[in-house]
T-cell receptor, first 114, second 115 residues
Framework: AQKITQTQPGMFVQEKEAVTLDCTYD???????LFWYKQPSSGEMIFLIY??????QNATEGRYSLNFQKARKSANLVISASQLGDSAMYFC???????????FGTGTKLQVIP | DADVTQTPRNRITKTGKRIMLECSQT?????MYWYRQDPGLGLRLIYY???????NKGEISDGYSVSRQAQAKFSLSLESAIPNQTALYFC??????????????FGDGTRLSIL
């Protein structure tokens, strides 16, 4: 079974609109962490936001927020007020287990339309 | 200067050649990782190391080997390269302070093409 599932290979959003990128995960470990990374066309991996399994509040970082629904095992990324520079691949990742290994999803390509 | 440096940034080589990709970091992190990225498959873990004496296989270690020469250096080797190892390779590091919320810090990647 896939540990991290991103069901949207590609998405379009109008500039200044909000967009939600979906991520579901699978783990039996009670302690885990969820991350979102951005990969622009230049290739580097940029850390955006983190959510711990025991965190009571949804994480927020500027225009990024993480909609964490633990019972549904989902950790969707919400980008508010999209900008052209938000066009990129976005990866959801999970850290779990004794060795704290990180598993990545297959990514969502977001394109922001002017 | 970058915190996580990968060399080379790009490499084209032939089938059967031995190749070494190097990674060095100035973040003082104990944990280092090697991933490969293929289109449509995301990042897949090749090897990881939690200190100089601790090296572990990831999900796709066949055909690869690693060496942790020092806390700051973690090299990935392809002993006899084959075309399906053409990919973008990333080195990453992470710290252990602050619990599990430390993100991985990535190098800029090495684009490897095997002809």
């Amino acid at each position: 079974a896939q540990k991290i599932t991103q069901t949207q290979p590609g998405m379009f959003v109008q500039e200044k609109e909000a967009v939600t990128l979906d991520c579901t995960y699978d783990t039996s470990d009670p302690s885990y962490g969820l991350f979102w990374y951005k990969q622009p066309s230049s290739g580097e991996m940029i850390f955006l936001i983190y959510q711990g399994s025991y965190d009571q509040q949804n994480a927020t970082e500027g225009r990024y927020s993480l909609n964490f629904q633990k019972a549904r095992k989902s950790a969707n990324l919400v980008i508010s007020a999209s900008q052209l520079g938000d066009s990129a691949m976005y990866f959801c990742a999970m850290r779990e287990g004794y060795y704290q290994k990180v598993t990545f999803g297959t990514g969502t390509k977001l394109q922001v339309i002017p | 200067d970058a915190d996580v440096t990968q060399t080379p940034r790009n490499r084209i080589t032939k089938t059967g050649k031995r190749i070494m990709l190097e990674c060095s970091q100035t973040k003082g992190h104990d944990r280092m990782y090697w991933y490969r990225q293929d289109p449509g498959l995301g990042l897949r873990l090749i090897y990881y190391s939690f200190d100089v004496k601790d090296i572990n296989k990831g999900e796709i270690s066949d055909g690869y080997s690693v060496s942790r020469q020092a806390q700051a250096k973690f090299s990935l080797s392809l002993e006899s390269a084959i075309p399906n190892q053409t990919a973008l390779y990333f080195c990453a590091t992470s710290g252990t302070t602050g619990g599990g919320n430390q993100p991985q810090h990535f190098g800029d990647g090495t684009r490897l093409s095997i002809l």
